[in-house]
């Protein structure tokens, strides 16, 4: 009796004010900008924060209102066959994941042994540094470079020092797998917001660890001081990895392609051999028998012992181990004896895999959008997203980060389990306050896996090994010491949203910012550590105050601008392409519009020259080169003013709806 005539008579004010409102609009014409609108900024301030969860609502019939049995048996065995096809994409996707880094190593993988093999290079930790970050990149896989700096140093070309640096790198550049995965998400803005966001979490997390514990390691060798401790602290045995997931999806990608890893090591721990040697792996079954044969040697000094050395004439002779290999079976993939180069058949696979991945990554989708409605789309998400009960909030977090180490180590990667979740935040299933500690998890899940990896090395490799996987455990641990424990401290949270923000207004920048993160700044800093200290710090430490001070002026802005000068409360001194992002959309949508119609010229039949030349290379008349602009501008803001104006009125009759 109370609640209802007072929202009868909002309902009947806010009628009243919009139809006065757009009385105004009429009367006025386009004499008012759509920016000084009243109604625009009600809208402004009544609209909802962009990171809050969405309601998954249910369009389907509920339960209770299935007429009949065979309904509800029919609804039962839709619901089964959409969890199995869930499942079946979901392993799809695996496979894909896999598949896409052995075409990697395929395309790149020669070319990363190459770049391990430089140990002059490597002495730099800069360059060590972004070496790990570009080989990972090229491999697609951060146990794949472990393994070959983990096989270098067991070989004694690289210490463990100089190894520290370039694990960092790895636990960059396995982060770009979920940031790819992402753009896949790109049609609707909302979800790619979200998705972009619980992507790049993961990325800022790394870069910001990788900003402060590698001066602090250079400076001290905290982490190799420590691993050292542990490692001759305990008597550590070896053991064997386990392999889970792989059990099941090594049938499925081990009959497309099998690799032989011990090229990539081979080409970095110099091997000549290795590198006319193809990764495809031809012979899957093999015998090596050794045995002690008489062999000659060019002189005296390359006999095995003293004692095992004659002569006889021109000719020395010496007792020897000589093993021979023996292939027994042959590999029965689809690529075991083609007539085609390494190249060839990673680039194949590289479409093929990116083809399926993409494909099952979009059906994933759309299943859990289908699947996630209603009570079960709360329920999940109420799992997911509730923290305990005061004073106990702060534990979820750390179970969350449990969690997240636990299904990595299930997975056995850290790019699947955090490419899974990314289309989970996308569609408003997990929140981006979830999904950060959940990526943390997934950086010491897969840690955990590279130390029992370590543990399965021969004796005198065991130590050094699992020095390695300590070292990358202890970083990773460091990492959420210094960005999750205290609230404040999340700053990857706020860079993320930000960023969301900013390639869901422009969804291009999302591109330039994996250019640039992943590839333009990792070569630029290889290219100045390359040219001397001198140039690193010449040009490197100008620009890294230029963007602190950026930053803390930003922080200012926001938060005390009484506290700056009247000239830096606000970018507007300078140039508008050098603080807003507008202008370089203009530029970028310009050059799209350009290359749809290089593409429709390209479409046309030559043999039609009429069509060509009116519709492919010449603008129509009243319009110019960029797109939404015509020869008359006021035409243009009428017409946008009167539907302005029409949809109004299509709001004020849904909102005097009783």
Same mark, same amino acid.
């Not at 042994?113 to 140990?119: M, Y």
């Not at 250079?218 to 420590?226: C, P, R």
């Given at each position: 009796?109370?609640?209802?005539?007072?929202?009868?008579?909002?309902?009947?004010?806010?009628?009243?004010?919009?139809?006065?409102?757009?009385?105004?609009?009429?009367?006025?014409?386009?004499?008012?900008?759509?920016?000084?609108?009243?109604?625009?900024?009600?809208?402004?301030?009544?609209?909802?924060?962009?990171?809050?969860?969405?309601?998954?609502?249910?369009?389907?019939?509920?339960?209770?209102?299935?007429?009949?049995?065979?309904?509800?048996?029919?609804?039962?065995?839709?619901?089964?066959?959409?969890?199995?096809?869930?499942?079946?994409?979901?392993?799809?996707?695996?496979?894909?994941?896999?598949?896409?880094?052995?075409?990697?190593?395929?395309?790149?993988?020669?070319?990363?042994?190459?770049?391990?093999?430089?140990?002059?290079?490597?002495?730099?930790?800069?360059?060590?540094?972004?070496?790990?970050?570009?080989?990972?990149?090229?491999?697609?896989?951060?146990?794949?470079?472990? /393994?070959?700096?983990?096989?270098?140093?067991?070989?004694?070309?690289?210490?463990?020092?100089?190894?520290?640096?370039?694990?960092?790198?790895?636990?960059?550049?396995?982060?770009?797998?979920?940031?790819?995965?992402?753009?896949?998400?790109?049609?609707?803005?909302?979800?790619?917001?979200?998705?972009?966001?619980?992507?790049?979490?993961?990325?800022?997390?790394?870069?910001?660890?990788?900003?402060?514990?590698?001066?602090?390691?250079?400076?001290?060798?905290?982490?190799?001081?420590?691993?050292?401790?542990?490692?001759?602290?305990?008597?550590?045995?070896?053991?064997?990895?386990?392999?889970?997931?792989?059990?099941?999806?090594?049938?499925?990608?081990?009959?497309?392609?099998?690799?032989?890893?011990?090229?990539?090591?081979?080409?970095?721990?110099?091997?000549?051999?290795?590198?006319?040697?193809?990764?495809?792996?031809?012979?899957?079954?093999?015998?090596?028998?050794?045995?002690?044969?008489?062999?000659?040697?060019?002189?005296?000094?390359?006999?095995?012992?003293?004692?095992?050395?004659?002569?006889?004439?021109?000719?020395?002779?010496?007792?020897?181990?000589?093993?021979?290999?023996?292939?027994?079976?042959?590999?029965?993939?689809?690529?075991?004896?083609?007539?085609?180069?390494?190249?060839?058949?990673?680039?194949?696979?590289?479409?093929?895999?990116?083809?399926?991945?993409?494909?099952?990554?979009?059906?994933?989708?759309?299943?859990?959008?289908?699947?996630?409605?209603?009570?079960?789309?709360?329920?999940?998400?109420?799992?997911?997203?509730?923290?305990?009960?005061?004073?106990?909030?702060?534990?979820?977090?750390?179970?969350?980060?449990?969690?997240?180490?636990?299904?990595?180590?299930?997975?056995? /990667?850290?790019?699947?389990?955090?490419?899974?979740?990314?289309?989970?935040?996308?569609?408003?299933?997990?929140?981006?306050?979830?999904?950060?500690?959940?990526?943390?998890?997934?950086?010491?899940?897969?840690?955990?896996?590279?130390?029992?990896?370590?543990?399965?090395?021969?004796?005198?490799?065991?130590?050094?090994?699992?020095?390695?996987?300590?070292?990358?455990?202890?970083?990773?641990?460091?990492?959420?010491?210094?960005?999750?424990?205290?609230?404040?401290?999340?700053?990857?949270?706020?860079?993320?949203?930000?960023?969301?923000?900013?390639?869901?207004?422009?969804?291009?920048?999302?591109?330039?910012?994996?250019?640039?993160?992943?590839?333009?700044?990792?070569?630029?800093?290889?290219?100045?550590?390359?040219?001397?200290?001198?140039?690193?710090?010449?040009?490197?430490?100008?620009?890294?105050?230029?963007?602190?001070?950026?930053?803390?002026?930003?922080?200012?802005?926001?938060?005390?601008?009484?506290?700056?000068?009247?000239?830096?409360?606000?970018?507007?001194?300078?140039?508008?392409?050098?603080?807003?992002?507008?202008?370089?959309?203009?530029?970028?949508?310009?050059?799209?519009?350009?290359?749809?119609?290089?593409?429709?010229?390209?479409?046309?039949?030559?043999?039609?020259?009429?069509?060509?030349?009116?519709?492919?290379?010449?603008?129509?008349?009243?319009?110019?080169?960029?797109?939404?602009?015509?020869?008359?501008?006021?035409?243009?803001?009428?017409?946008?003013?009167?539907?302005?104006?029409?949809?109004?009125?299509?709001?004020?009759?849904?909102?005097?709806?009783?």
């Amino acid at each position: 009796t109370i609640i209802w005539p007072s929202c009868l008579f909002k309902m009947v004010e806010t009628f009243l004010c919009q139809t006065v409102e757009v009385y105004r609009l009429k009367q006025r014409g386009v004499s008012m900008a759509a920016a000084h609108s009243t109604v625009a900024l009600i809208e402004e301030e009544a609209s909802e924060d962009p990171w809050d969860l969405p309601e998954l609502k249910d369009s389907g019939t509920p339960w209770s209102g299935e007429q009949n049995t065979g309904g509800k048996v029919l609804r039962v065995l839709v619901s089964v066959g959409k969890l199995l096809l869930l499942l079946c994409f979901l392993y799809m996707f695996i496979c894909s994941l896999d598949i896409l880094s052995s075409a990697f190593q395929l395309v790149g993988g020669k070319a990363a042994g190459d770049i391990f093999q430089d140990n002059s290079v490597l002495a730099n930790p800069l360059a060590g540094l972004v070496i790990g970050v570009l080989v990972t990149l090229l491999v697609q896989s951060s146990s794949t470079s472990s /393994s070959i700096v983990v096989s270098m140093v067991s070989s004694g070309l690289l210490t463990v020092q100089l190894a520290v640096p370039i694990i960092m790198g790895t636990n960059i550049g396995t982060s770009v797998t979920n940031t790819l995965v992402a753009m896949t998400q790109a049609g609707d803005r909302s979800t790619f917001r979200r998705a972009f966001a619980g992507a790049t979490v993961h990325d800022f997390f790394n870069w910001l660890s990788v900003l402060v514990l590698l001066p602090l390691e250079v400076a001290t060798g905290y982490l190799y001081i420590i691993t050292k401790l542990i490692i001759d602290s305990f008597n550590i045995q070896s053991g064997e990895a386990p392999a889970l997931l792989n059990v099941i999806t090594d049938p499925l990608t081990e009959a497309i392609i099998q690799l032989d890893q011990s090229v990539i090591s081979g080409i970095a721990t110099g091997d000549p051999e290795a590198r006319n040697r193809s990764l495809i792996k031809t012979w899957c079954k093999t015998f090596t028998n050794t045995t002690l044969m008489n062999v000659t040697v060019p002189g005296p000094e390359n006999c095995t012992s003293p004692s095992l050395c004659w002569e006889d004439g021109n000719l020395t002779y010496t007792l020897k181990n000589v093993s021979e290999t023996y292939n027994i079976e042959k590999c029965k993939h689809l690529f075991v004896g083609v007539a085609l180069s390494d190249l060839a058949v990673g680039l194949i696979l590289l479409a093929l895999s990116l083809l399926v991945l993409c494909s099952c990554l979009i059906l994933i989708v759309k299943l859990l959008n289908s699947m996630l409605r209603g009570q079960v789309a709360m329920v999940i998400k109420k799992i997911l997203n509730t923290d305990f009960p005061f004073p106990f909030g702060w534990v979820t977090g750390y179970i969350a980060i449990l969690v997240g180490a636990g299904m990595t180590f299930i997975v056995q /990667s850290s790019s699947v389990f955090t490419s899974a979740i990314t289309p989970l935040v996308g569609i408003g299933v997990i929140s981006i306050e979830r999904a950060y500690p959940l990526s943390l998890g997934a950086n010491i899940g897969t840690t955990t896996t590279a130390i029992l990896a370590a543990m399965a090395s021969p004796g005198e490799t065991l130590g050094n090994a699992l020095q390695i996987a300590l070292v990358h455990f202890l970083f990773n641990i460091s990492g959420i010491i210094l960005w999750y424990p205290i609230p404040f401290t999340r700053i990857p949270i706020r860079l993320a949203k930000g960023l969301g923000n900013i390639t869901a207004s422009y969804r291009w920048f999302a591109g330039v910012y994996i250019l640039a993160c992943f590839f333009v700044l990792p070569l630029g800093i290889f290219a100045l550590s390359m040219a001397g200290w001198e140039a690193l710090v010449g040009v490197g430490v100008p620009l890294v105050v230029l963007l602190v001070v950026a930053a803390v002026i930003n922080v200012l802005q926001r938060r005390r601008p009484g506290w700056l000068p009247a000239l830096l409360r606000s970018w507007d001194f300078l140039p508008l392409w050098a603080h807003s992002l507008e202008p370089w959309d203009r530029v970028v949508t310009v050059l799209a519009a350009k290359c749809c119609c290089c593409c429709k010229c390209c479409q046309v039949a030559p043999d039609d020259p009429e069509e060509l030349g009116d519709e492919c290379c010449t603008e129509p008349e009243g319009k110019t080169q960029e797109a939404g602009t015509y020869d008359n501008p006021s035409m243009s803001e009428e017409e946008e003013e009167a539907e302005r104006v029409r949809k109004m009125e299509l709001k004020i009759l849904n909102s005097s709806r009783l």
